[in-house]
């Protein structure tokens, strides 16, 4: 939250001295090219449920986090250009869009998964019913937690993030505090799908397995939809001298300031403080803010410098992150295996 808010802090000082923006411009460019997206880069995500590796725990939730956090700065920079009703002094903006956006999407996300969840598996368990087609079971609570939070006035990234969350941790009938890893479900190990879908010991572990493998895939083609979206959107862009700038600015001191800041005194490790500084990926967040804020009505020649700022930060981000995380990743994990066997004094 704090590299976040620094984010935004940064640049919104480098649109404005910078790039000649407005407040209002500044403030909505940087909260469009605040939120991270690991999903563009998966070799940095958590690997499973139980992994607690600290780099990608917290890329992972930097990423889930971020996307609905930096709502309100985009509801700020709206309501700076004229486009959205503030209040007097900002006090409806820091009531509804701050406070109540954020904490209802939370609370609605997470009241929606436990109940899903908890359902789910009441039927399959006590019933057997509801059994298979889980991937509809995690589209389904996507799109819910997504409609009632817009319903609401909230934020449905958020709502999503907490539904999944919730999802996971309902009815969890496995004491994964007896080993560091519970065992991975499979059907040759377990006997059949429908048999482990409705066994009371197993049921939630293998429903959240069949949806995290789900999500896997559905990552990899929204991977493949947000890197032909921005290339083909490339074609419509203008890339000048201080679009270069900027997006050199954020890769290369903006990113690092803030993680630098949002990381002082945390117990991570010289590798791993580097990682996050290098890996702020931009996607999938970033071109959702973008269009949202176009079609609210941004004037057309502050949304043409929008649209060419953030989609030549994300393509550069897909290309220069996607190149180099396999081998940074690699290196990471053998020095931290090699560090692992040294004898400590």
């Given at each position: 939250?704090?590299?976040?808010?620094?984010?935004?802090?940064?640049v919104?000082?480098?649109?404005?001295?910078?790039?000649?923006?407005?407040?209002?411009?500044a403030?909505?460019?940087?909260?469009?090219v605040?939120?991270?997206?690991?999903?563009?880069?998966?070799?940095v995500?958590v690997?499973?449920a139980?992994?607690?590796?600290?780099?990608?725990?917290?890329?992972?939730a930097?990423?889930?986090?971020n996307?609905?956090?930096?709502?309100?700065f985009?509801?700020?920079?709206?309501?700076?250009?004229?486009?959205?009703?503030?209040?007097?002094?900002?006090?409806?903006w820091?009531?509804?869009?701050?406070?109540?956006?954020?904490?209802?999407g939370?609370?609605?996300?997470a009241?929606?998964?436990?109940?899903?969840?908890r359902?789910?598996?009441?039927?399959?368990?006590?019933h057997?019913?509801?059994?298979?087609?889980?991937?509809?079971?995690?589209?389904?609570?996507?799109?819910?937690?997504?409609?009632?939070?817009?319903?609401?006035?909230?934020?449905?990234?958020?709502?999503?993030?907490?539904?999944?969350?919730a999802?996971?941790?309902?009815?969890?009938?496995i004491?994964?505090a007896?080993?560091?890893?519970?065992?991975?479900?499979?059907?040759?190990?377990?006997?059949?799908?429908?048999?482990?879908?409705?066994d009371?010991?197993?049921?939630?572990?293998?429903?959240m397995?069949?949806?995290?493998?789900?999500?896997d895939?559905?990552?990899r083609?929204?991977?493949?939809?947000?890197?032909?979206i921005?290339?083909?959107?490339?074609?419509?862009?203008?890339?000048?001298?201080?679009?270069?700038?900027?997006?050199?600015l954020m890769?290369?001191?903006?990113?690092?300031?803030?993680?630098?800041?949002?990381?002082?005194?945390?117990?991570?490790?010289?590798?791993?403080?580097?990682?996050?500084s290098?890996?702020g990926i931009?996607?999938?967040?970033s071109?959702?803010?973008?269009?949202?804020?176009?079609n609210?009505?941004?004037?057309?020649?502050?949304?043409?410098q929008?649209?060419?700022?953030?989609?030549?930060?994300?393509?550069?981000?897909?290309?220069?992150?996607?190149?180099s995380?396999t081998?940074?990743?690699?290196?990471y994990?053998r020095r931290?295996?090699?560090?692992?066997?040294?004898?400590?004094s």
């Amino acid at each position: 939250s704090l590299s976040m808010l620094v984010t935004i802090a940064l640049v919104t000082a480098i649109g404005v001295v910078g790039l000649d923006l407005s407040w209002g411009a500044a403030i909505l460019l940087a909260a469009i090219v605040a939120p991270t997206d690991p999903v563009l880069a998966s070799d940095v995500q958590v690997l499973e449920a139980n992994d607690r590796d600290r780099l990608r725990f917290s890329l992972s939730a930097e990423g889930g986090l971020n996307d609905g956090a930096a709502f309100p700065f985009v509801m700020l920079g709206l309501g700076l250009l004229g486009l959205h009703d503030l209040g007097v002094a900002g006090r409806r903006w820091l009531a509804l869009d701050v406070v109540w956006a954020i904490a209802g999407g939370l609370i609605i996300g997470a009241a929606l998964g436990a109940l899903v969840g908890r359902l789910v598996i009441h039927l399959r368990t006590l019933h057997k019913l509801s059994v298979g087609l889980d991937e509809f079971l995690a589209l389904g609570l996507i799109a819910l937690a997504y409609g009632m939070a817009l319903l609401c006035n909230t934020y449905g990234f958020l709502a999503v993030l907490a539904a999944g969350i919730a999802l996971q941790r309902a009815n969890q009938h496995i004491d994964v505090a007896a080993s560091e890893a519970p065992p991975k479900i499979t059907l040759a190990s377990q006997g059949t799908s429908e048999r482990m879908a409705t066994d009371a010991k197993y049921a939630t572990a293998y429903m959240m397995q069949e949806v995290r493998d789900f999500n896997d895939q559905l990552e990899r083609i929204a991977e493949v939809a947000v890197v032909l979206i921005v290339g083909a959107m490339l074609y419509y862009i203008d890339i000048d001298l201080s679009t270069v700038m900027f997006v050199a600015l954020m890769l290369l001191v903006v990113r690092p300031v803030s993680v630098w800041l949002g990381l002082l005194g945390a117990p991570v490790s010289r590798d791993q403080r580097l990682l996050i500084s290098w890996f702020g990926i931009r996607g999938i967040g970033s071109i959702y803010y973008l269009m949202f804020a176009v079609n609210r009505g941004v004037p057309d020649a502050i949304a043409h410098q929008l649209v060419g700022l953030t989609l030549a930060l994300v393509a550069t981000s897909i290309v220069v992150h996607g190149i180099s995380v396999t081998p940074l990743m690699n290196l990471y994990v053998r020095r931290k295996a090699r560090d692992s066997r040294r004898p400590r004094s």
